[in-house]
């Protein structure tokens, strides 16, 4: 038996068993596992010619494309931590992560480059690698950066190289491994304040979560799973860590509209999707091809709730695909799944535990929370990222060991992750998402979940999209205000009166805003904290 403890060790199995199968696809373009592997090992070859060594940080800020797994994949090759960059970010933005992640080499275009250059001044970046222009070299009107070494991500000497020591990947013995508690990545996500905060995964975070999750999805070498979300977030990173991982074909989709993730799952013939509820919405709306509509055997969520609404139309597009409802945060990659056999029966859950996790509702005191009681969901096992990058205050605040758990016999305790949200379970110990606690409406006494206020206003069919929120009030602590979106005009006074057939008088919204449009952070999920900023701010006038 073969034990996989390094992240491009199952790419390198694949490319030994199965060669010649489809394993990455991008713009009309595919390279099977052999390729991709041979990729890979020269981008390895390429960063560790450049001093890249154990625990050395490697930014990528590329879209999604060859040279972007083979950099990240490489970067596991070479023994480094790769950083990957979400390609919307902006100038200011990239410099933090850099900055903060302490990359010493990035990865990027010319005309990237050129967007964030006059941000890159004191990042600590050392080399620059530029994918390949088309004329094969650099291009003539590259910033001008005296601190920086600017190189091609391949030269014409070594274009058709090997690296060092290479055999034929069929042949090739597997690569020595290092620990796989070692350092593999860091995904910076966003939080409700201050800078974007780097989430330190190591190769048995991303190796047990590739497994768990190929698990519980039953993926296996006949699927061809689209790639749409940002690989620096947790969901889209996890589309080809679960793909290598069962020798899956990876189609590789930057989203602009709709339109483009239907025309790109008919091409290929896509039997899996994963995506955020804002993206659903948005793909429920449009036109899909028959083949593409029954070629899909499952389509998951994450990310945030999905409005039961919501679920019932992509049910009703996709009759022959299951659906996944999942739960997770970037801190333990993914927590819970609701089976596809339950969604009916249990409508509104979050799920149960994911293969390889243990997920408990406590209260503050770390005791157990009985049958419908709210508690703290809390995290343990293998899937528990490191902590936060140079950051232990936010780091023991938020992994620390659970009462009862922290055996005498342990060297150090076992921290989990206590993910700040609310949860109940059920007697047949079945997870409901309630709200995080810092989102928690306080008014006339009562603590209102957003979320149950957002779902009666969804479920009237009446709006496409809610954010619920409490502004301050004198009289009351806090009053909800509801901001909407919808294609047609809203007429509020109907929403209202239809979500008084659901929710108690205390839950019903003071106020409606129709917005023309949310603000979305770069993984496509709600902005919370910006609309919340924003309507406050509108609330005020």
Same mark, same amino acid.
């Given at each position: 038996?073969?034990f996989?403890?390094?992240?491009?060790?199952?790419l390198?199995?694949?490319?030994r068993h199965?060669?010649?199968?489809? @394993?990455?696809?991008?713009?009309?373009?595919t390279?099977?596992?052999?390729e991709?592997?041979q990729?890979?090992r020269?981008a390895g070859?390429?960063?560790?010619?450049?001093g /890249?060594?154990?625990?050395d940080r490697?930014?990528?800020?590329l879209?999604k494309r060859?040279e972007?797994?083979?950099?990240?994949w490489?970067?596991?090759?070479?023994g480094?931590?790769f950083v990957?960059v979400n390609?919307?970010?902006?100038?200011?933005?990239?410099?933090?992560?850099l900055?903060?992640?302490?990359a010493?080499?990035?990865?990027t275009?010319p005309?990237?480059?050129?967007?964030?250059?006059?941000?890159l001044?004191? $990042?600590?970046?050392?080399?620059v690698?530029l /994918?390949?222009?088309?004329?094969?070299?650099?291009?003539?009107?590259?910033?001008e950066? +005296?601190?920086l $070494?600017?190189?091609?991500?391949t030269?014409a000497?070594?274009?058709d190289a090997?690296?060092a020591?290479?055999?034929?990947p069929a042949a090739?013995p597997l690569?020595?491994?290092?620990?796989d508690?070692?350092?593999?990545?860091?995904?910076?996500?966003?939080?409700?304040?201050?800078?974007?905060?780097g989430?330190v995964?190591?190769?048995?975070n991303l190796v047990?979560?590739?497994t768990s999750?190929?698990?519980?999805l039953h993926n296996?070498?006949e699927?061809?799973?689209l790639a749409?979300? +940002?690989?620096?977030?947790?969901a889209g990173?996890s589309?080809?860590?679960?793909?290598?991982?069962?020798?899956?074909?990876?189609v590789?989709?930057?989203?602009?509209?709709?339109r483009?993730?239907?025309?790109v799952c008919e091409?290929?013939?896509v039997?899996?999707?994963?995506?955020?509820p804002p993206?659903?919405t948005?793909?429920?709306?449009?036109?899909?091809?028959s083949g593409?509509?029954f070629?899909?055997?499952?389509?998951?969520?994450t990310?945030?709730?999905m409005p039961?609404?919501l679920l019932g139309?992509?049910?009703?597009?996709?009759p022959?695909?299951?659906?996944?409802?999942?739960?997770?945060?970037?801190?333990?990659?993914?927590?819970?799944y609701?089976?596809?056999?339950? /969604?009916?029966?249990r409508?509104g859950?979050?799920g149960r535990?994911?293969?390889n996790?243990e997920v408990?509702?406590?209260?503050? #005191?770390g005791t157990?929370?009985?049958?419908d009681?709210?508690?703290?969901?809390?995290?343990r096992?293998?899937?528990?990222?490191?902590g936060?990058w140079?950051d232990?205050?936010?780091? @023991?605040?938020?992994f620390?060991?659970?009462?009862g758990y922290d055996?005498?016999?342990?060297a150090?305790?076992e921290?989990?992750v206590w993910s700040g949200d609310t949860?109940?379970?059920?007697?047949?110990g079945y997870l409901?998402?309630?709200?995080?606690e810092d989102?928690?409406?306080?008014?006339?006494?009562?603590? /209102?979940?957003?979320?149950e206020?957002?779902?009666?206003?969804?479920?009237?069919?009446?709006?496409?999209?809610a954010?619920?929120?409490?502004?301050?009030? #004198?009289?009351l602590?806090q009053?909800?205000?509801?901001?909407?979106l919808s294609p047609e005009p809203v007429?509020?006074d109907?929403?209202?009166k239809e979500m008084?057939?659901s929710l108690p008088?205390?839950m019903?919204?003071?106020e409606?805003?129709v917005?023309?449009?949310f603000?979305?952070?770069?993984n496509?999920k709600?902005?919370?904290?910006?609309i919340r900023?924003?309507l406050?701010?509108e609330?005020a006038?």
């Amino acid at each position: 038996m073969i034990f996989v403890t390094t992240i491009h060790q199952h790419l390198e199995l694949q490319a030994r068993h199965r060669p010649h199968a489809p @394993a990455l696809s991008a713009r009309d373009a595919t390279l099977t596992y052999a390729e991709l592997w041979q990729a890979v090992r020269q981008a390895g070859a390429r960063l560790a010619g450049l001093g /890249v060594a154990r625990h050395d940080r490697v930014a990528v800020f590329l879209e999604k494309r060859f040279e972007t797994v083979a950099a990240l994949w490489g970067t596991s090759v070479a023994g480094g931590v790769f950083v990957p960059v979400n390609p919307l970010l902006k100038g200011k933005q990239v410099a933090h992560v850099l900055r903060d992640s302490g990359a010493r080499v990035l990865v990027t275009s010319p005309g990237r480059l050129n967007a964030v250059r006059d941000h890159l001044g004191d $990042t600590g970046l050392t080399t620059v690698l530029l /994918v390949d222009p088309a004329d094969g070299g650099l291009p003539h009107d590259l910033p001008e950066l +005296p601190a920086l $070494t600017v190189l091609r991500w391949t030269t014409a000497s070594d274009d058709d190289a090997e690296p060092a020591g290479a055999a034929d990947p069929a042949a090739a013995p597997l690569s020595p491994s290092g620990p796989d508690t070692d350092i593999a990545a860091i995904l910076y996500t966003s939080g409700s304040t201050g800078a974007p905060k780097g989430v330190v995964l190591s190769h048995r975070n991303l190796v047990v979560g590739a497994t768990s999750v190929s698990a519980y999805l039953h993926n296996s070498a006949e699927d061809v799973l689209l790639a749409v979300l +940002p690989l620096s977030f947790d969901a889209g990173l996890s589309q080809l860590t679960t793909a290598f991982a069962v020798g899956a074909h990876v189609v590789l989709h930057d989203y602009l509209l709709p339109r483009g993730v239907t025309a790109v799952c008919e091409q290929y013939g896509v039997t899996g999707i994963t995506g955020v509820p804002p993206l659903w919405t948005q793909l429920a709306g449009v036109e899909w091809p028959s083949g593409a509509r029954f070629a899909l055997r499952y389509f998951a969520n994450t990310g945030g709730r999905m409005p039961v609404a919501l679920l019932g139309e992509l049910r009703e597009l996709f009759p022959a695909a299951a659906p996944y409802l999942m739960y997770g945060l970037t801190e333990a990659f993914r927590s819970t799944y609701l089976d596809p056999a339950q /969604v009916d029966a249990r409508p509104g859950s979050i799920g149960r535990a994911i293969p390889n996790a243990e997920v408990l509702v406590l209260r503050p #005191d770390g005791t157990p929370c009985g049958p419908d009681e709210p508690g703290e969901l809390v995290h343990r096992g293998s899937l528990v990222a490191l902590g936060y990058w140079n950051d232990p205050e936010r780091t @023991a605040a938020r992994f620390r060991p659970v009462p009862g758990y922290d055996e005498p016999w342990r060297a150090v305790p076992e921290p989990a992750v206590w993910s700040g949200d609310t949860v109940v379970r059920d007697a047949e110990g079945y997870l409901y998402f309630v709200g995080r606690e810092d989102e928690m409406i306080k008014t006339s006494g009562y603590r /209102v979940s957003p979320t149950e206020v957002e779902e009666a206003a969804l479920s009237t069919g009446l709006v496409r999209e809610a954010v619920a929120i409490g502004v301050p009030d #004198d009289r009351l602590g806090q009053r909800i205000a509801l901001a909407v979106l919808s294609p047609e005009p809203v007429d509020t006074d109907r929403l209202l009166k239809e979500m008084r057939q659901s929710l108690p008088t205390f839950m019903l919204p003071a106020e409606v805003h129709v917005a023309e449009a949310f603000p979305r952070n770069p993984n496509g999920k709600l902005d919370r904290p910006a609309i919340r900023a924003g309507l406050v701010a509108e609330v005020a006038e």
